[in-house]
């Protein structure tokens, strides 16, 4: 990687020193991910990141993990009308109901992988690899609130696609050690 040059304006440029960037670009952004509640969360965050910025995701993360229990997927597929209003008066997230009814009905069909799949993690290496717009159909067949901007930041993100970070960042060398699928996808 020593002749590679990481242009000014990558986020792995930006993030690292970053009081909320540094540290999720440094230890999870594109990091494989296998535990179902942390790629749940993954998915909320990316779903609610919609028409806003990172850094208020980032700034609200422990406030989604309060109101959404963790991010316990059947907790949440199980909240009535009784949670859905207690999300949409919680100023800790971003109270959009769309977002919200997403929340729930994704953790919904999370849960449901577990019998045909073995769980949510298992089910998208089930899929493994597709082109990005194979999975942007998928994810929109599968779950709510999915399109290509925030199927592709989720794979990203979770070590299922490459582009998380630039080939002259430390941190994709890091990433590349651990064998991500990615890296087992054909060209």
């Known amino acids: 990687m020593g002749d590679l040059v990481l242009p000014a304006d990558t986020y792995c440029a930006i993030a690292p020193g970053h ?3 540094g540290p999720y670009h440094d230890t999870e952004y594109g990091f494989p991910v296998a535990d179902e509640a942390a790629l749940f969360e993954r998915l909320v965050l990316e779903i609610n990141q919609a028409g806003l910025s990172w850094l ?14 963790r991010f316990d997927v059947d907790a949440v597929a199980g909240y009535g009308e009784d949670d859905r209003a207690r999300l949409l008066d919680d100023a800790g ?4 109901r769309l977002k919200v009814d997403a929340a729930i009905a ?4 999370i849960a449901g992988f577990r019998d045909k799949h073995g769980g949510f993690h298992e089910w998208i290496a089930a899929q493994h690899p597709l082109a990005k ?37 430390p941190v994709y060398a890091e990433i590349a050690a651990l064998a991500p699928p990615w ?5």
């Open 19 to 21: 009081e909320w960037h």
């Open 56 to 69: 208020t995701i980032l700034k609200k993360r422990e406030g989604f993990r309060a109101a959404y229990d």
């Open 93 to 96: 997230i971003i109270r959009n």
């Open 106 to 109: 994704n953790a919904a069909v």
């Open 133 to 169: 717009a194979d999975w942007v159909k998928l994810f929109k067949r599968t779950f709510r609130f999915t399109g290509g901007e925030i199927t592709g930041e989720f794979l990203m993100s979770t070590g299922w696609i490459d582009g998380a970070h630039h080939p002259a960042c």
């Open 183 to 187: 890296t087992a996808a054909p060209a």
